[in-house]
């Protein structure tokens, strides 16, 4: 069976920094990817990984934000960095393998003085 829990979230200051982990079981995904949504928004895509490395961002998040990877340990990391009070969303950590789409619980990052 497919788990993914993701841990880390929080409240921040403005400028501040969280390091978000997502650890998964029952497979090791092609791609994966950190995804948020904020309260009446669109889940939307943050940043994702490959196997193999090769990384994607959205724009609002370059140069702020490291997405990266253990595949011997099965997780992920999200260092997110210049925290703005528009990063306040939940962060869900999502793992596809071919058509199949698996996703977190979820974890609450809020950003705010």
């Known amino acids: 069976q497919v788990h993914l829990v993701e841990s880390g979230g929080g409240l921040v200051q403005p400028g501040g920094s969280l390091r978000l982990s997502c650890v998964a079981s029952?497979?090791?995904?092609?791609?994966m990817g950190w995804y948020r949504q904020a309260p009446g928004k669109q889940r939307e895509l943050v940043a994702d990984?490959?196997?193999?490395?090769?990384?994607n961002y959205a724009d609002s998040v370059k140069g702020r934000f490291t997405i990266s990877r253990d595949n011997v340990k099965n997780a992920m990391y999200l260092q997110m960095n210049m925290l703005k009070p528009e990063d306040t969303a939940v962060y869900y950590c999502?793992?596809?393998?071919?058509?199949?789409?698996?996703w977190g619980q979820g974890t609450q990052v809020t950003v705010s003085s």
């Open positions: 029952g497979s090791i995904f092609t791609v």
């Open positions: 990984i490959s196997v193999g490395g090769v990384t």
């Open positions: 999502k793992g596809s393998i071919g058509f199949a789409a698996y």
